[in-house]
């Protein structure tokens, strides 16, 4: 067992154990809190590796985390060993120790590389399998690497740490799960409030003994405000706090450095600007002058005329007073710059995104969360559970800090009920987001045959977590059938019920009072229960149906057709803000609510309605109904899933059968969101016969998606060629929409020509200052990211044409594309 260095920590209960389960043999999941050493896990694994003269694979999720393990591995043992396999580099591959981000290694394993010297493989961030988009690639991995190669399986705490180590253990063997849910430095959290009426702010602990603050609630949002007349609206005395007075709140009480999480890019720019504006400094000339000499490094490689374009002397200004910001809009040299001197304890504020806490290791003492609410595409979402303690993670830094300290400022927009429930929460149920792709389907195919790929697809995360539910479900329904019965064989001795007929008169009174429903009113449910409205849709013809929430947490729908009664209103509640209800956590806090809102059940109407057989005979015939459907949804609902792409791919002449074609055998060797498209458009010839820079336009159709929200700027195309290839392109798009609504797989998004004009202008060799200055929206970052994910696709292209010319136009435009900051941006050197 290897011995901490001099000068480190003692090794942890955690860590013991599961350097104990390595040295046995065993794949090992370890779920800690951020910050509790998680990685000396698996720097144990690779020691041991390079002891059996075998070899390890580290894996990350994003290149940033890559790229930082690969310093840090080779810092720790050696640049001879240590190489890098990500999309932008590949360093040294064939080490002992290879960094790579998990698309890699799952590149490796359909292309069938030799893994027989390999040992063990690291999962960093294995949480990240929940992620809709990326998610899959772990199942992947996980489930075909080779039995002989052991797991260590690195998360953020999570509930259900024993159901992932269930599935683990059926798929890879004997595994080990070791949970530690202590945080190495302990945290507290903190709401400021701002005063209208002393311009100051109030501060109090979210938490008292683990239970919600009762002082809290005092400062929540009246709510009257925001109802009728706006002259006779009561002023709030509560506002949100100033960022500088939160900001000198915190430097008194010894709580910086922080980090202030703001979801937004422009932002994070302005509260910097802000802060530097008011005079805020938080350096001594020393400290500046190092700050300017890291800066000068990071930047070092930018053409002058970059510089300017990026307004680098105006960030370096802010920088040198100790405040920066952090986000995806800025260029990687800058965001290194800022990263490199808040890890030497130079800059105290910096307002980031999110990426900072699922990027690079930079802890804080103390963090901020400014909304608990983030724009998510179409529309704003609350933060859940498991992000708001991703982003508290960053705060406490263990050897220096005591403790780290959450902050969530007061918004007319958050109940302190939401702030503290998010502050006390502690399960995160971690959920597979795995799903079969067009890629996926056919290296399956291809690799092991449709009995086997399907077997192995039945082996998934996914299909673990639904068979679970399933048998939860079948074990409900014989309780409901059993019920049925009974209540049939008592319905059978009953006297004929006489017809019950709802008036026109009655009928009419139910649609009354189902219009003066309003989110957030109580009803009551046959039953006698509460449930609270969520909202009311209205049809043609006058139908309407209701959506309500009962203190169960579950969400009920009647229909205004089936009601008997008209439904009345017994008391209102405020509901969370902003409405989420397909969200479990947003049901249970309206639950919660409807628990304290003081309103009674009517027990006697529970009782009289319950005396009714009939009744009670019809609904738990429908409950029967709604568990049959959900137990045909979730059996074998991947396999479902798997044939129906496949179904889409025979549509197309990638399968015939489920024996993989020569156009199915291109798709392989394509990895991207649109993977079928993409080698539908090389396998008709819409890249052949254009330049380098007109394949570069039109390529990048398949890479860019317009995300902010205003409308999208009109299209504008280098050539007539690249507008014709477009249309092409559009049209085959939507041939392969028409086949996917048939078979019901999810319709693949259309191409986006937005950043057409812009990718013909840069691979043209055109300057970046023309380039951000012609275009309103565009950050530099967004811009590299951008041409970053295109040379990606070029390369693929270059190497999957079959046509000769093509592939050469495909390989020329994304070296025309990788210069200047981009280039710079990709870089990585060891130290």
Request: net charge neutral.
């Amino acid at each position: 067992m290897s011995a901490p260095a001099d000068g480190a920590f003692e090794y942890d209960r955690f860590q013991l154990e599961a350097f104990e389960h390595i040295d046995a043999g065993r794949s090992v999941i370890v779920a800690a809190p951020t910050g509790s050493g998680k990685t000396t896990v698996a720097e144990h694994a690779i020691d041991r590796a390079l002891g059996r003269r075998r070899r390890a694979f580290y894996t990350a999720p994003i290149k940033a985390l890559s790229n930082q393990k690969f310093r840090d591995l080779t810092e720790r043992i050696g640049a001879s060993r240590v190489g890098l396999l990500t999309g932008d580099n590949a360093i040294n591959p064939d080490a002992d120790i290879v960094v790579m981000t998990t698309e890699v290694l799952r590149n490796m394993l359909y292309e069938g590389r030799n893994l027989d010297d390999l040992d063990v493989v690291v999962l960093d961030e294995v949480h990240y399998l929940e992620d809709s988009f990326r998610g899959p690639v772990w199942e992947e991995v996980i489930l075909q690497l080779p039995e002989h190669v052991a797991l260590v399986c690195l998360s953020a705490t999570v509930s259900n740490t024993d159901e992932v180590g269930g599935w683990m253990e059926s798929v890879r063997g004997e595994t080990a799960v070791v949970v530690e849910t202590t945080r190495p430095v302990a945290l507290s959290n903190m709401y400021i409030v701002g005063d209208r009426s002393g311009h100051r702010v109030h501060a109090i602990d979210t938490l008292v003994d683990g239970r919600p603050n009762p002082e809290g609630p005092r400062f929540d949002p009246d709510p009257r405000r925001g109802k009728g007349d706006r002259r006779n609206r009561p002023k709030s005395p509560w506002s949100i706090p100033n960022r500088l007075e939160v900001v000198d709140l915190l430097e008194k009480r010894d709580l910086l450095p922080v980090i202030w999480f703001v979801f937004s890019r422009k932002g994070c720019d302005e509260a910097a600007i802000t802060l530097e504006r008011a005079g805020a400094r938080f350096t001594n000339n020393d400290e500046a002058a190092r700050i300017r000499v890291i800066a000068e490094e990071k930047l070092s490689g930018l053409p002058a005329a970059d510089l300017a374009v990026l307004d680098t002397d105006a960030f370096v200004r802010r920088l040198e007073r100790g405040i920066a910001s952090h986000h995806a809009g800025l260029v990687p040299a800058v965001k290194e710059a800022v990263e490199v001197c808040f890890a030497e304890g130079l800059v105290r504020v910096v307002f980031a995104t999110e990426t900072l806490a699922l990027g690079v290791n930079l802890p804080a003492r103390s963090v901020v969360i400014d909304k608990l609410t983030k724009f998510a595409g179409d529309g704003h979402q609350a933060l859940t559970p498991s992000q708001f303690t991703q982003l508290t993670g960053r705060a406490g830094r263990r050897g220096i800090d005591t403790h780290g300290v959450a902050v969530v400022p007061w918004s007319p927009f958050s109940q302190f009920e939401q702030v503290s429930s998010l502050a006390g929460s502690s399960s995160f149920r971690l959920r597979s987001a795995f799903r079969p792709t067009y890629n996926m389907s056919v290296n399956l195919l291809e690799r092991h045959g449709a009995e086997n790929a399907r077997a192995l697809l039945a082996r998934s995360f996914a299909q673990y977590q639904a068979d679970a539910n399933v048998s939860q479900l079948e074990n409900r329904l014989a309780r409901e059938r059993r019920r049925v019965a009974e209540l049939e064989a008592v319905v059978a001795d009953l006297p004929p019920e006489p017809n019950l007929v709802i008036s026109e008169e009655n009928a009419d009174s139910i649609a009354d009072a189902v219009s003066r429903l309003r989110p957030g009113d109580i009803v009551l449910d046959d039953d006698g229960d509460r449930v609270a409205v969520l909202g009311v849709s209205w049809r043609k013809g006058g139908r309407a149906r209701i959506r309500l929430v009962g203190e169960n947490s579950r969400e009920q729908r009647w229909d205004l057709g089936e009601l008997e009664r008209a439904p009345v209103t017994v008391g209102h509640i405020e509901l969370p803000f902003p409405m989420a209800p397909e969200r479990a956590d947003y049901r249970s806090d309206v639950a919660t609510r409807l628990k304290r809102s003081g309103v009674k059940t009517n027990k006697r109407a529970r009782r009289r309605r319950g005396d009714d057989p009939r009744a009670n005979l019809e609904r738990a015939k429908r409950e029967v109904d709604a568990l049959q459907r959900q137990a045909r949804r979730d059996s074998a609902s991947i396999a479902r899933r798997f044939d129906a792409v496949c179904g889409v791919l025979r549509d197309r002449n990638h399968l015939a059968d489920w024996t993989v074609t020569d156009s199915g055998g291109l798709l392989r060797r394509v990895y991207h969101e649109l993977d079928l498209l993409v080698a539908e458009c090389i396998g008709v010839g819409i890249f052949d016969d254009l330049s380098a820079s007109e394949l570069a336009s039109v390529a990048s159709c398949l890479t860019y998606e317009h995300r902010s929200a205003g409308p999208p700027s009109e299209p504008r195309f280098p050539s007539q060629a690249a507008f014709t290839r477009h249309r092409d392109m559009d049209r085959l798009a939507r041939n392969i929409g028409r086949v996917e609504r048939h078979h019901g797989v999810p319709e693949s998004r259309l191409p986006d020509p937005g950043f057409a004009a812009i990718a013909h202008s840069w691979a043209s060799g055109e300057d970046l200052s023309v380039i951000l200055g012609a275009v309103d929206d565009l950050t530099a970052g967004d811009f590299v990211r951008n041409v970053k994910q295109l040379i990606d696709l070029l390369r693929q292209i270059g190497m999957c044409a079959p046509a000769p010319a093509t592939a050469s136009a495909a390989r020329a435009a994304a070296d025309s594309i990788h210069r200047g900051v981009v280039a710079l941006s990709g870089s990585v050197t060891a130290p």
